[in-house]
């Protein structure tokens, strides 16, 4: 057993939250841009892409996160490409990400009143302008909250990524634990380091979600 002072494993385990953070921010960021084209497949007039969305939507859904982390973890070796365990990490949750929050948005815009898509097309809008200047920023009213909630659930889920061998917050608990044999020390500074991260967001999402309500009252 090797000896660690509390402050070593503290030190250790916050340097390995550093990483959950920003794969975290990279997923919900890259899952936010690929989110937003899926969305936009989603209410497409075109029956074709439509349907892709959905299927898209429906394979990262519908199938567990590591599996597709696994998929891609030793897909990508099989087909001659060398790809590291970040990589891996930050794809596999991008994707995950871009799937709940296009169909978080689709809902969002759905729920605008269809008198403002006739009343900007009666402006002479194209679905563009339609989009960014009129439908958007109301729809934005309506996911603030469920945006800010999944976001919760995405930092929990970059502990899926230790099993790959991404070292963070997770993977490094684990090797800390083997090392000094005292887990309900270790894995409960992980706990609380999770709650510090998230409680302020959930928090945040309920303020969101009254003033959704209220929003929507008016």
Same mark, same amino acid.
């Given at each position: 057993?090797?000896?660690?002072?509390?402050?070593?494993?503290?030190?250790?385990?916050?340097?390995?939250?550093?990483?959950?953070?920003?794969?975290?921010?990279?997923? $919900?960021?890259?899952?936010?841009?690929?989110?937003?084209?899926?969305?936009?497949?989603?209410?497409?007039?075109?029956?074709?892409?439509?349907?892709?969305?959905?299927?898209?939507?429906?394979?990262?859904?519908?199938? @567990?996160?590591?599996?597709?982390?696994?998929?891609?973890?030793?897909? $990508?070796?099989?087909?001659?490409?060398?790809?590291?365990?970040?990589?891996?990490?930050?794809?596999?949750?991008?994707?995950?990400?871009?799937?709940?929050?296009?169909?978080?948005?689709?809902?969002?815009?759905?729920?605008?009143?269809?008198?403002?898509?006739?009343?900007?097309?009666?402006?002479?809008?194209?679905?563009?302008?339609?989009?960014?200047?009129?439908?958007? @920023?109301?729809?934005?009213?309506?996911?603030?909250? @469920?945006?800010?909630?999944?976001?919760?659930?995405?930092?929990?889920?970059?502990?899926?990524?230790?099993?790959?061998?991404?070292?963070?917050?997770?993977?490094?608990?684990?090797?800390?634990?083997?090392?000094?044999?005292?887990? $309900?020390?270790?894995?409960?500074?992980?706990?609380?380091?999770? $709650?510090?991260?998230?409680?302020?967001?959930?928090?945040?999402?309920?303020?969101?979600?009254?003033?959704?309500?209220?929003?929507?009252?008016?």
């Amino acid at each position: 057993m090797i000896e660690f002072s509390n402050w070593d494993i503290l030190r250790n385990l916050l340097f390995a939250t550093r990483w959950t953070i920003a794969l975290s921010l990279v997923a $919900f960021i890259g899952g936010g841009v690929v989110g937003l084209i899926i969305m936009s497949m989603r209410i497409s007039r075109r029956k074709v892409l439509r349907n892709f969305a959905a299927a898209y939507i429906g394979l990262f859904q519908g199938t @567990p996160l590591l599996l597709q982390l696994f998929l891609i973890f030793f897909g $990508f070796p099989m087909l001659g490409f060398r790809i590291e365990a970040w990589t891996v990490a930050a794809l596999g949750l991008t994707f995950y990400a871009s799937a709940f929050l296009g169909e978080i948005w689709r809902g969002g815009v759905e729920a605008v009143d269809k008198g403002q898509w006739d009343g900007s097309a009666a402006l002479g809008l194209r679905w563009m302008l339609q989009m960014r200047l009129i439908i958007l @920023p109301q729809a934005f009213a309506y996911v603030r909250a @469920p945006t800010v909630g999944f976001l919760v659930q995405l930092i929990k889920a970059t502990a899926v990524t230790s099993i790959i061998g991404f070292e963070e917050l997770v993977r490094v608990s684990g090797v800390i634990n083997n090392a000094t044999f005292e887990p $309900f020390k270790v894995y409960g500074i992980v706990a609380m380091i999770f $709650f510090c991260i998230c409680f302020p967001l959930t928090w945040y999402a309920r303020v969101l979600e009254r003033r959704s309500e209220a929003f929507r009252s008016h």
